[in-house]
């Protein structure tokens, strides 16, 4: 069974940093591109970034570009979001989701699974 | 940046009744289109993809159909399990899609 597990969430002040991290089991990490997507309170989920099996290929949505920084560690089995110069409209659940496939052929533009969800709060 | 607006809000249905959902596009999306089903406290689950292909899992009773700008998400028979807050997605341009606000189906 696919998992997904994020961790590294919690409070931070306006201008800090944190990491977060996605442990993933169950498939094999290093075939699958993969995706951090964020919730705010009460509204859609909103795409974060998007990083290639290997890694190579790195996208930001335009509100988080030169703020947060996608990686992966194929070895581990995991999934990183550094984020920094944290903004009170970075509150949100940040979920890591690996992209879909279904019957061997696998579809970049969509997500699933997606693990639990972490929470970041971003407050003074 | 494309928008989605989906509609209505909110559906209060009771179970057994047949649930229509909305999703326009401010601009064509092609069939590039997703439906998730999101419960409290939990992730989003992928129900529909590239408009009206069923995930993995999911049961004949959710069909999505569209194409374009305007997509129909539809639950002909309404199970106490899907009472929930259902998103659309589109990835017209990859890898920057967008979701919609969201339309939460409530028991009557």
């Known amino acids: 069974e696919v998992q997904l597990v994020e961790s590294g969430g919690g409070l931070v002040q306006p201008g800090g940093s944190l990491r977060l991290s996605c442990t993933a089991s169950?498939?094999?990490?290093?075939?699958?591109?993969m995706n951090w997507v964020r919730q705010a309170p009460g509204k859609g989920p909103e795409w974060v970034s998007y990083?290639?099996?290997?890694?190579?290929?790195?996208y930001y949505a335009d509100s988080v570009e030169g703020r947060f920084t996608i990686s992966r560690d194929n070895a581990q089995n995991s999934l990183y979001l550094q984020m920094n110069s944290l903004r009170a409209e970075d509150t949100a659940v940040y979920y890591c989701?690996?992209?879909?496939?279904?019957?061997?052929?696998?579809?970049?533009?969509?997500?699933?699974?997606w693990g639990q969800g972490t929470l970041v709060t971003v407050s003074s | 940046e494309i928008v989605l607006t989906q509609s209505p809000d909110t559906l209060s249905l009771s179970p057994g009744e047949r649930a229509t959902l909305s999703c326009r596009a401010s601009q064509s999306v092609s069939r590039y289109l997703a439906w998730y089903q999101q419960k409290p406290g939990q992730a989003p689950r992928l129900l529909i993809y590239?408009?009206?292909n069923r995930a993995t899992g999911i049961p004949a009773r959710f069909s999505g159909s569209g194409s374009g700008t305007d997509f129909t998400l539809t639950i002909s028979s309404l199970d106490p399990e899907d009472f929930a807050v259902y998103y659309c997605q589109q990835r017209r341009n990859w890898p920057r899609g967008t979701f919609g606000q969201g339309t939460k189906v409530e028991i009557k």
């Open positions: 990083i290639s099996s290997s890694g190579s290929t790195i």
């Open positions: 590239d408009a009206s």
């Open positions: 169950g498939f094999t990490f290093s075939s699958f591109e």
């Open positions: 989701a690996k992209q879909y496939c279904d019957d061997g052929k696998c579809y970049g533009a969509w997500f699933g699974p």
